[in-house]
């Protein structure tokens, strides 16, 4: 009868050590999607503004090219 406790015993021991495993390996692996996706996430708003970064710069260029071609000709007007 002792015997049987004792083997009981065990055998709770050894399934609670691998349900608290289970759980471990989960949480782990939650925790690593959890990272992915935040670097995704930053990855994803840095691209956005360095596009919108390089869309804003190329209009102000496109702004400054169209001064500068207006203001020769009223220049050329003149003369």
Do not use: P, Q, R
């Amino acid at each position: 009868s002792l015997i049987i406790i004792i083997i009981i015993i065990i055998i709770i021991i050894i399934i609670i050590i691998i349900i608290i495993i289970i759980i471990l390996i989960v949480i782990i692996i939650i925790i690593i999607i959890i990272i992915i996706i935040i670097i995704i996430i930053i990855i994803i708003i840095i691209i956005i503004i360095i596009t919108i970064v390089t869309i804003i710069i190329i209009i102000i260029i496109i702004i400054i090219i169209i001064i500068i071609v207006t203001l020769s000709s009223m220049d050329n007007e003149d003369n």
